[in-house]
């Protein structure tokens, strides 16, 4: 099986749209209430734009107001890592898919308090979202 995190960083330029390589692979941000699934209430599953890998279910979906999609859990927690990220002066928590490394988006302690508290906040761009 291929080691996805080793994939050359053209080859990802060329499998991606322009966005997507921007957010998953640059750790870009899209703008708020611009992404395609900010305002998705369909059911299905959220998986990774860049390798296809389950990531979120719409069942832990939940509107935060922020203008991304907002989860409370991951769906499989084996396939998404956290990392401690430093970046523009501040220190959040990167949400990345543990196949590819794709960058995801950040995860905050301000989610639903009836059920983990957590918010993982997910960039449209690095989704694709499979309906039930």
């Not at 069942?59 to 956290?82: C, L, M, T």
């Amino acid at each position: 099986m291929e080691d996805l995190k080793q994939r050359d960083e053209t080859d990802w330029k060329n499998r991606l749209t322009p966005q997507q390589f921007e957010v998953c692979r640059l750790k870009g941000t899209e703008p708020a209430f611009t992404g395609k699934y900010w305002n998705n209430h369909d059911s299905g599953m959220y998986h990774c734009v860049a390798c296809d890998a389950p990531l979120f279910s719409s069942q832990a979906k939940f509107e935060s107001g922020s203008g991304w999609p907002s989860f409370d859990s991951p769906a499989v927690q084996e396939n998404v890592e956290i990392h401690e990220d430093r970046s523009y002066g501040m220190v959040r928590t990167e949400v990345v898919c543990r196949q590819c490394g794709s960058h995801l988006g950040h995860l905050f302690p301000d989610g639903p308090r009836d059920t983990t508290g957590m918010r993982y906040c997910i960039n449209s761009a690095s989704l694709d979202f499979k309906k039930e």
